[in-house]
């Protein structure tokens, strides 16, 4: 079993930023992947940025160059750094990560944007 434990969200004015942090805990050795999915009221969960089973990073275009996901390793720790936020970022952030092949999500974390 993984667990994820996200923090760092909140509200925030249309053009602010916010840091979101996951720490992985348990068996968290082997993890394949790991990064963040968000879901708004009435949506499904999108992808919003993740670090793959290769190391490399992927983004949803709609936050690309202004999210950047990163990682401490030695902490089992990654982030999110979200800039120049828009209201349409209004969601519950959730962190996930694979390990064999099994999907683990964090409770889930709200940011609120208001213009």
């Known amino acids: 079993q993984v667990q994820l434990v996200e923090s760092g969200g909140g509200l925030v004015q249309a053009g602010g930023s916010l840091r979101l942090s996951c720490t992985a805990s348990?068996?968290?050795?082997?993890?394949?992947?790991m990064g963040w999915y968000r879901q708004a009221p009435g949506k499904q969960r999108e992808l919003v940025a993740r670090?793959?089973?290769?190391?490399?990073?992927n983004y949803a275009d709609s936050v690309k160059g202004r999210f950047t996901i990163s990682r401490d390793s030695a902490k089992n720790t990654v982030y999110l750094q979200m800039n120049s936020l828009k209201p349409e970022d209004t969601s519950v952030y959730y962190c996930y990560a694979v390990r064999y092949g099994l999907p683990y999500w964090g409770q889930g974390t709200q940011v609120t944007v208001s213009s």
């Open positions: 670090f793959t089973t290769g190391g490399s990073t």
């Open positions: 348990g068996s968290s050795s082997s993890i394949d992947a």
